[in-house]
């Protein structure tokens, strides 16, 4: 790969003793919005995989200051007065006082506590600004005293997990969907695009059409016992009751549908493949279904269920075509200025220069969690087809989910561990001697 090339030639390579040496494994952080990872580098999957919600309770702590739960099983017990937080915004770090407790603890609860003897890669997403990335590199070397650091584009490092270094990488993460074309592993600044349109949306877009036709949405801690019922019946269930000042916070209970509703995701809620858009009224919807399989069925943790017909495509077209989302809740994206998947892959091809469209277009790679809806790829497929004709358009999608969860980790796995690598590395003594400004100048 070409662009592995120290872009500082002013800087010799760090020296073996610098960054550890080839018998020192890196560590690869890849913090998302939803979940945070890590692994070793030259590892297939990470080890580390805990929520980048946190609970916090004020005041419980030591000296009256916060008491904090965060991974899988602390996040999710029940605690009276435990608020859900999340330190990230439009996938990246708004609470600096918070990330960088949740990335230590992803790396030392499963990895390794010593920081001090390990290269940290870390993921950045290509519209992270200068002052978060100083800000990252400020707290890789002073508070955790890694020796060696390197920040990677998570386009670049997604594109590498499907063996690409030149292509257009297509993530549907939590927060956002974003378009990030890549030239011999580097970013095209120019062509990068989003929208707030990732999974996060999604959620709210289910919520908000459940509570549009009354469907009670219960969590799995509310619920004691459930006995079987007919669909759209009343729930047959036992709920579990909380004496005055034991509830849950509104931030613990919604969190916790949350989960049901990633669920519906996973098993109920489906893009309409086309041909075309989803038809807008109920009835044209059915009828163009006539060909596509029946309803899928749904059972929530109280035992109401109900079998989705259009309406499990309804939740999902404002992605693609976003004067069809739902707004009847605060804080929707607005659907006449939001640009919808085909309209941000256009917008950044634009960019892009005529003689590269070609080549990129033929590498066009899916990858994030939320990009696992049924029939996601094919959609993404017939609207490029459409978009650009021509025979050398490629949409690959790992069929592995957990390739296409940890795409981004797994490339800064490969990357990290890839014999020219070490060139890369800011060793310590780099930034010593230049600052934190050095990440600008070598992490591009
Ligand atoms: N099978 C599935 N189908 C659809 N969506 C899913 C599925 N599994 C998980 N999701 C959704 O994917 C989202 C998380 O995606 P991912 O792990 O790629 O995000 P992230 O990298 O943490 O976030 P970001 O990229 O925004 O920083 C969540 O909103 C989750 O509900």
């Known amino acids: 790969m070409s662009s592995l090339q120290p872009t500082l030639s002013s800087n010799q390579a760090p020296s073996t003793v610098e960054y550890g040496g080839d018998e020192i494994s890196a560590i690869v ?3 998302g919005t939803a979940w945070i ?6 590892e297939d999957t990470p080890k580390s995989v805990i929520p980048a919600d946190y609970g916090c309770i004020e005041g419980a702590g030591e000296n009256g200051g916060r008491k904090m739960f965060i991974g899988d099983n602390d996040v999710h017990a029940l605690r009276p007065g435990m608020e859900i937080r999340n330190p990230m915004n439009d996938g990246i770090v708004a609470d600096w006082d918070t990330a960088p407790l949740l990335w230590r603890a992803a790396i030392t609860s499963r990895l390794t506590t010593e920081l001090s003897e390990h290269p940290l890669l870390m993921t950045e997403p290509s519209w992270n600004p200068s002052k978060n990335r100083e800000r990252t590199i400020e707290v890789v070397f002073e508070d955790f005293d890694v020796p060696a650091f390197y920040l990677a584009k998570t386009g670049v490092c997604a594109g590498f997990a499907s063996g690409k270094a030149t292509g257009l990488v297509i993530d549907v993460g939590a927060s956002n969907i974003s378009i990030t074309p890549i030239h011999d592993g580097l970013v095209l600044k120019k062509g990068c695009t989003r929208s707030p349109l990732g999974g996060t949306f999604l959620s709210d877009q289910i919520r908000a059409y459940f509570a549009a036709v009354n469907i009670p949405l219960s969590a799995h801690y509310q619920v004691l016992s459930k006995s079987p019922v007919e669909a759209w019946k009343p729930a047959d269930a036992v709920y579990r009751a909380f004496a005055p000042g034991e509830e849950p916070t509104d931030s613990y209970r ?3 549908e949350d989960r049901v509703l990633t669920e519906f995701k996973e098993c109920t ?3 309409w493949t086309g041909p ?6 109920a009835q044209d919807a059915a009828s163009a279904m006539l060909s596509s399989p029946g309803g899928r069925p749904f059972e929530f943790p109280d035992g109401f269920n109900v079998v989705f017909n259009t309406e499990r495509f309804r939740v999902t077209e404002g992605i693609f075509h976003p ?3 739902l707004t009847s809740y605060q804080h929707h994206p607005d659907p006449n200025s939001t640009l919808g998947l085909n309209q941000l892959i256009h917008q950044s091809m634009k960019d892009v220069d005529i003689e590269l469209k070609q080549l990129i277009l033929n590498n066009v790679v899916i990858t994030g969690a939320g990009s696992l809806l ?3 790829t094919d959609r993404v497929n017939a609207e490029i087809a459409a978009a650009f004709p021509g025979p050398r358009v490629r949409v690959m999608a790992a069929g592995n ?4 969860r940890y795409a981004g980790w797994l490339g800064g796995s490969i990357l990290a561990s890839l014999g020219a690598f070490h060139q890369l590395w800011i060793s310590r003594k780099e930034y010593d001697e230049h600052g934190p400004n050095i990440v600008e100048k070598r992490c591009k």
């Open 276 to 281: 075309g858009l989803l038809p807008s009224t």
């Open 374 to 376: 049924y029939g996601f």
């Open 29 to 31: 952080l890849d913090p």
């Open 37 to 42: 990872r890590a692994g070793f580098a030259g």
């Open 401 to 404: 989910s957990v390739e296409r």
């Open 254 to 256: 919604r969190f916790q």
């Open 269 to 271: 809620a489906q893009v």
């Open 323 to 325: 004067p069809s989302m």
